[in-house]
């Protein structure tokens, strides 16, 4: 299975593009295509990873070669596919909650009639993300960075006949190139330094090269897991994603694809291994992301934007963890995966509510759903336990090692990673509360025409089946440490550090942190009365509503300039560039027109002029004794 | 042969009429200068021992060029004075300066150059020059035929006045004339029925209304005709008594108005 | 006094009828020019056949003698041509040269 | 051997005469006659490019070398490598596509024939320059190319296109003119004889230093002309917009690619110390082309101006990838010529459908075509984002081979030039929006959606785009040892001095 792992890009790219030219005859049965190709995928690749599975930890790694992508004379690419622990991880978790996510849609986008099309893209989604974690090389991994923003770029502007949806998927799609400029230029740098772009000869000669070069690709990787991961300062886009479909919300902009950034990084684990100033630059962007998006989870009333900010905060952490190094690695890896579990649950557990409240996100019109709609409330809740950290469920076994692993290392960093981290922790609880607590608990808030109903089956089993994930699959890896010795051909072996703190105090600390920031929460949001209209808030809640400005700083500091740059530039352009060109033309014509007054017409002038022309001549000859 | 005389002789005879030119206004004076500065060169030859030359120069300068330029001045006007006043700005200026200028520079040089001349007298006679001229000259000659019957040929071509409208016919004349409202039949002879044959008397048409147009136009000019209607009044005298009611000269004009003929004064 | 000096009355004259060219609007007086300007030069060039005691200045200024006498034909030819059309030989009329 | 090349300039050649000859009665066949004649072309083409030896790209092949004016040296020498080879091709391919993107452009029998002749002209020129192994030959058909484009620019297009003609033609004869100064100072310089200006006996003469920079400089602005460099680029939107859209698309696509295809076969070749020496300063012009033209291309409100200037952007890009002396962006640049004919052919012809639908090149009137026109919409947005350099597209490979292989000479102008990733989304992106999404404009609610004959002129290039963009081997191969062989001839040189 493992050499035909190739099948699992395939089937779904097949599917796409069959789904796209088959026109309007496959809009009935168009989106089951897209439910098999998903499967048929999440198949291939469960079969790869039992055949893994039955392998030694030494030989996981598989590269299958399938032709020669550049067989330039310098630069020689193929188009090969890795695959080792870490790429099958993500293929597990991305066609599984994929396939997941394909069935909820089939249900979620019932009434839509571009439903076929909507399949197309989620089938490319999948294809471009799978060709993403399964290149061998920097160049193929490029190719499904692009794919995947493609993707998500057709998906968030799926209803792009808003006007402001259209804007969100430019602003995405374009945020995301700035932070490809990093990638490419991580290129050169890495075609500079070792002459080729494939992992296996690049992290071979890894080691020996220096740590400028070393920190130079480091910095400028970053740069392109900032744009894909929504990470400080390239996060701004985020928010506005979520005008896609709300599975799209799911499995692009939480699940997978804004995991990317962290994917690339901890791949080059050999590049960030000698470039200690770039991981921690990369720590601390991952700090200030977890921090920032916490902070405007906090007052988002938005659902799905408050969703995405924690989105954007649980990322944060995992970058963070990646920017450790080898002790952070598997933990970032590990929090990506039982993060898609809980965040995919979540956000189809958002999107069911939704659906049953005639598309509303705003939470202050929501409360006391847990009466109608049982099973989304158990599904989110086993999310919200998750994401808060609350042991045993997932994410206390991956958050936890993070923060724990943040406070390991000397000086200052452990103190003010450490800290963030555990800071984080209780922003988060304090943000996740008070979504569960206003959608579920309270009052009823609903506008007049709401009439709450349970979703349908093929929406809820999605949201069961990613809730007992949610639950227990971090329990389930973390026994015995199953995951990081999974992944430790890929990360490495981490030596055990103490961190500066106690192991037990900390993991006390931040129970107490998150039981803070939940009992806050309950005060505020489910015991007390929810007022419809947003109050006026505080100084804080105003900047965290609106994404620390983000798009105002944006806009002054890039989009007012370039937009200036740009019409000055046409300006002269046809005023100074084509103006020199016409205004030289027009000074021949001119020429021409002085010369022509010269000649007077009269018979006697044109003699006299010859005459003395004669002089001249005769002169020159004679003076210049020629 | 070159000796002073000579040469002050046709020096004065050459500057002083060549002047000219420039300063007299009268084109019929300025050729017959020039005829005197060609005689004066002719005789320049003929003392630097180029006698046929200077044959040939007051033949062809004297005799038909200059001769030509006095029949084409009649051909447009000799007795015009030219108006020696500037019309074009500056140009005198540049005209003397660079007239001087070229004197100067072409003294300068002649001064500068360094000419041995050769002894011997080679006379330019009929005969040597034809030598010359039917030898080692031939192809030159014969181009120079050329030359000549091309630029008479070029001078007729120029002068001829093709004509712009076709010929017209005395049939087309005799149309036109008659289109401009012209009698088509003959002018009635003058005088009076047989009674009277004086050409002065204008005819009498049936009515008895005298034909003005019959009278020769030399003697209306000259106020020398008779007026029909005396002849008339005779004529009715005798034939017809009632008419005598009729008022004398009611039917008569005055003689001024009746000699004038339409559009045309009276004299 | 040699013959040198009727090469100096030649250059004269030459400049003489280069200025009467310049100076008159008169086109027959300055064809009348041109015409002096040819003479300068032949006798320019007899003088000079006097000097090297040759007969080819002497054809040479024959040869410029009857080139002359065509030259005029045709030139008093133009001249009437001109005259006809435009009922004066000014040659300060013909503007048509103007560009 | 059979005379592939001079059949292939003679057939289209023939063919517009034979179109000129028809009797009045038969004008109105002229535009299936034309086609006729392409497909054939293309056919032979096809067949030639079969019996090409892969395995020996670099080398001139199907070389053809008569006698044409001794006495001057000039011959009619004919031969391509690879690189030529493609170019070839993409005339091949892209003319029959441009007359059938073209095909209802006029309605009059007589404009028609003339327009298909000019057409066809055309291609032969096109042929012939990138076949030409002569500089002599290579010139005269460089001018010669001048006449069937004016007419076409300048009796065929828009309300302005007389001034637009002009235009491009004065451009064209400045760079001309400079050009031929230095081939007949070639001829003194080069050995001489009867076949004085072979390229092959040009190449590796000894000559001073300032005459191969004089002569380097007099080619290169030429070339710099055509392949719109800034800043002599503005003949291009000009034409781009008074110019019916097919037309540009040969052009932009075709011809100006001689520019580039010049300085790789022409300039890198003769006068390799003159090309290093000039470099740096190239480098920045180009850098300046790609950012400057990505940019202007943001600001345009005129689609067929903003393709124009995308074009700019491009163009630098390839002149990077050339003057860094580097085989992977040799490669790339080589390979991107090939690539941003079919990305720049099919965006104007896409850009002409819609404006004669709508009549209209200017943004504004746009909005919410994507419900009413689904296929165009998706057709527009694959060969716009062919243009932003999407993986999976063509185009793609070749920017980042020459971005990759350049980074290694010249960090700072790969640096710069990056930025125009996130400019070329910017433009692609934001013409879709305005023009694609958004409500739906009462007025465009007819809008037909491609017609057949559409999707074949425009659905092609996409194949092709996307077959090369996933096995961008199949042209690598034919690009890499000539662009090897071209960075080895400067680099020899440098090492020599």
């Known amino acids: 299975m493992q050499s035909l792992i190739w099948l699992a890009i395939a089937i779904p790219l097949a599917s796409a593009a069959f789904l796209l030219l088959a026109g309007k005859r496959a809009d009935a049965w168009g989106h089951w295509v897209g439910v098999v190709a998903s499967s048929a995928a999440f198949l291939v690749g469960a079969g790869a990873l039992l055949e893994m599975l039955g392998q030694d930890a030494a030989n996981r790694a598989t590269t299958v070669t399938l032709w020669e992508f550049i067989p330039g004379s310098d630069l020689s690419v193929s188009a090969g596919l890795l695959l080792d622990p870490l790429s099958i991880t993500f293929v597990m978790l991305i066609t599984f909650v994929g396939t997941l996510i394909h069935l909820y849609s089939v249900a979620y986008m019932e009434h839509d009639v571009a439903r076929r099309r909507f399949f197309a893209y989620l089938n490319l989604f999948i294809a471009a993300m799978l060709l993403l974690v399964l290149a061998d090389s920097y160049l193929l991994l490029f190719f499904g960075w692009e794919g995947v923003g493609l993707a998500s770029y057709l998906l968030i502007g799926f209803w792009n006949f808003k006007d402001e949806y259209a804007t969100a998927a430019n602003k995405a799609f374009v945020v995301n190139r700035i932070g490809d400029i990093g990638l490419i230029i991580a290129m050169g740098m890495i075609f500079a330094a070792f002459g080729s772009l494939d992992f296996a000869t690049v992290f071979a000669q890894a080691p020996e090269a220096s740590t400028a070069t070393l920190t130079g690709i480091g910095l400028a990787l970053l740069l392109a897991a900032c744009g894909k991961s929504a990470q400080f300062p390239l996060q701004s886009w985020l928010g506005d994603a979520m005008a896609g479909p709300t599975p799209v919300s799911a499995l692009i902009h939480a699940a997978t694809m804004v995991t990317a950034g962290v994917y690339l990084i901890v791949r080059s684990a050999p590049i960030y291994n000698g470039a200690p100033d770039a991981q921690l630059v990369v720590a601390v962007v991952g700090a200030i992301t977890l921090l920032l998006g916490a902070f405007i989870g906090m007052a988002k009333d938005d659902i799905k934007k408050a969703l995405a900010a924690s989105t954007m905060s649980q990322i944060g952490y995992m970058m963070l963890a990646a920017g450790l190094g080898p002790i952070g690695y598997a933990f970032a890896i590990f929090h990506l995966v039982t993060h898609g579990f809980f965040k995919a649950g979540m956000f189809l557990g958002a999107g069911s509510v939704m659906h049953a409240m005639n598309d509303t996100v705003n939470m202050r019109r929501f409360g006391a759903l847990r009466g109608v709609m049982v099973i989304t409330w158990v599904t989110f809740g086993l999310g919200w336990l998750a994401i808060l950290g609350v042991p045993p469920f997932s994410g206390y076994w991956s958050k936890d090692k993070i923060i724990e692993a943040a406070f390991v290392g000397e000086g200052w960093q452990p103190w003010v990673l450490g800290g963030a981290a555990l800071v984080g922790a209780g922003m988060t609880a304090f943000y996740m509360s008070r979504l569960f607590f206003m959608t579920f608990h309270g009052k009823a808030r609903w506008e007049d025409d709401m009439h709450p109903h349970e979703s349908s089956a093929l929406m809820t089993v999605p949201m069961m089946i990613l809730a007992v994930g949610s639950a227990f699959l971090g329990l389930f890896l973390a026994t015995g440490d199953k995951f990081t010795h999974f992944l430790e051909p890929v990360t490495g072996h981490a030596e055990h550090h103490d961190p500066v703190i106690s192991i037990p105090v900390i993991i006390g600390l931040t129970l107490a942190l998150v039981a803070v920031g939940t009992v806050l929460a309950w005060m505020r949001y489910g015991r007390a009365d929810v007022p419809v209209e947003a109050p006026a808030g505080s100084l804080g809640t105003i900047t965290a509503r609106n994404d620390f400005f983000q798009d105002s700083v944006n806009r002054a500091v890039f989009q007012r300039p370039g937009q200036h740059l740009t019409r000055t530039l046409v300006y002269a352009d046809a005023t100074i560039v084509d103006g020199a060109v016409n205004k030289q033309a027009r000074g021949w014509a001119r020429l021409g027109e002085a010369s022509r007054k010269l000649q007077t017409g009269q018979a006697r002038s044109y003699a006299a002029t010859m005459l003395v022309g004669v002089i001249v001549i005769a002169l020159i000859i004679v003076v210049g004794g020629l | 042969m070159v000796n002073e005389v000579l040469f002050w002789t046709v020096a004065l005879l050459t500057v002083i009429p060549s002047l000219a030119l420039i300063f007299a206004k009268r084109p019929v004076h300025i050729a017959m200068s020039i005829v005197l500065v060609m005689v004066g060169l002719a005789a320049a030859y003929v003392g630097m021992g180029a006698p046929f030359l200077g044959m040939v120069q007051i033949v062809v300068y004297t005799g038909a060029v200059m001769m030509m330029f006095l029949f084409v001045l009649m051909l447009v006007g000799v007795d015009n004075a030219e108006d020696l006043r500037e019309t074009i700005k500056g140009q005198k200026w540049i005209a003397f300066a660079a007239a001087g200028g070229l004197a100067i520079l072409l003294i300068a040089v002649i001064g500068d150059a360094t000419i041995e001349p050769r002894t011997g007298d080679v006379v330019g006679n009929p005969e040597e020059i034809a030598m010359v001229l039917f030898s080692e000259y031939v192809l030159v000659m014969e181009v120079l035929g050329f030359l000549l019957i091309t630029a008479a040929v070029g001078a007729l071509v120029l002068t001829h006045v093709p004509r712009l409208t076709p010929r017209r016919t005395q049939v087309e004349l005799q149309a036109a004339r008659v289109a401009a409202g012209a009698d088509p039949v003959n002018k009635p002879m003058p005088g009076v029925y047989a009674r009277h044959n004086a050409l002065d008397v204008p005819a009498l048409d049936p009515e008895g209304n005298p034909i003005e147009d019959s009278v020769s136009r030399v003697l209306e000019v000259r106020h020398q005709t008779q007026d029909g209607a005396e002849f008339r009044a005779q004529l009715e005298d005798t034939d017809n008594p009632d008419h005598e009611a009729r008022p004398h000269g009611a039917p008569s004009r005055d003689s001024d108005t009746r000699n004038t003929r339409e559009g045309e004064e009276p004299k | ?99 | 051997m059979f005379p592939y090349l001079t059949v292939l300039i003679a057939l289209p050649a023939v063919g517009a005469a034979a179109l000129w000859a028809l009797p009045a009665s038969a004008r109105s066949k002229a535009r299936q006659i034309a086609l006729g004649v392409t497909v054939i072309e293309f056919a032979l083409f096809a067949v030639m490019a079969l019996q090409f030896d892969k395995a020996d790209a670099g080398a001139i092949q199907f070389s053809e070398t008569y006698s044409w004016i001794p006495q001057i040296g000039a011959s009619w020498a004919l031969g391509v490598s690879g690189i030529g080879l493609l170019m070839v091709g993409l005339a091949a391919i892209l003319v029959p596509l441009a007359m059938m993107s073209g095909w209802r452009d006029e309605t009059d029998a007589t404009r028609i024939r003339n327009y298909m002749a000019l057409v066809l002209l055309s291609q032969a020129f096109m042929v012939g320059i990138f076949a030409a192994r002569d500089v002599f030959l290579f010139y005269v058909l460089f001018e010669a190319m001048l006449v069937p484009l004016y007419f076409l620019i300048g009796g065929f297009g828009g309300a302005q296109r007389r001034y637009a003609a002009v235009k491009f033609l004065l451009y064209s004869l400045v760079g001309g003119l400079i050009m031929l100064v230095a081939v007949v100072a070639l001829y003194f310089v080069g050995p001489g004889g009867e076949q004085a200006f072979l390229i092959d006996n040009l190449t590796g003469i000894e000559m001073s230093a300032t005459t191969e920079r004089l002569l380097f400089l007099g080619f290169f602005i030429a070339f710099a002309i055509k392949a719109p460099m800034v800043p002599l680029h503005t003949w291009l939107p000009t034409v781009a917009e008074e110019a019916p859209p097919s037309t540009t698309a040969l052009l932009v696509a075709v011809l100006d690619k001689i520019g580039t295809f010049g300085m790789i076969t022409l300039c890198l070749v003769m006068f390799p110390n003159a090309s290093q020496w000039a470099a740096p300063v190239i480098i920045v012009f180009a850098v300046i082309s790609v950012i400057y033209g990505a940019l202007l291309a943001i600001g345009q409100k005129n689609m067929l101006r903003l393709v124009a200037f995308t074009s700019v952007s491009h163009f630098g890009v390839m002149i990077l990838g050339i003057f860094v002396f580097q085989p992977t962006a040799m490669e790339g640049a080589a390979l991107y010529m090939f690539n941003h004919g079919l990305s720049t052919a099919a965006l104007f012809f896409l850009v002409g459908f819609l404006i004669k639908r709508t009549g209209s090149a200017e943004l504004s009137t746009y909005g919410g075509l994507q419900r009413v026109v689904p296929i165009f919409a998706g057709s527009f947005l694959i060969v716009g984002m062919s243009a932003a350099a999407l993986p999976g597209l063509s185009p793609f490979v070749s920017e980042i081979m020459v971005f990759i292989g350049a980074y290694p000479v010249a960090k700072v102008a790969v640096i710069v030039s990056a930025i125009s990733v996130v400019l070329a989304a910017l433009y692609i992106l934001l013409t879709y929006k305005k023009v694609f999404t958004g409500p739906e404009v009462p007025s465009l609610a007819g809008t037909k959606d491609l017609s057949l004959r559409e999707k074949l002129a425009v659905w092609p290039l996409i194949i092709a785009m996307l077959v090369l963009g996933f096995v961008p081997g199949l042209a690598i191969d034919y690009v890499s040892a000539p662009s090897a062989d071209a960075v080895a001839h400067v680099q020899l040189e440098e090492a020599n001095a």
């Open chain 3, 1 to 99: 006094m040699t013959a040198m000096s009727f090469v100096y009355l030649a250059a004269i004259l030459f400049a003489i009828g280069a200025a009467a060219v310049l100076l008159r609007r008169n086109a027959i007086v300055a064809f009348m020019g041109v015409e002096l300007m040819l003479n300068a030069a032949n006798l320019a060039l007899v003088a000079f056949a006097h000097m090297y005691a040759e007969l080819d200045g002497q054809i040479m200024a024959f040869f410029v003698l009857v080139v002359a006498a065509a030259e005029v034909v045709v030139g008093l030819a133009i001249i009437i041509a001109l005259f006809r059309a435009r009922q004066t030989i000014s040659l300060d009329e013909p503007a048509e040269l103007k560009g």
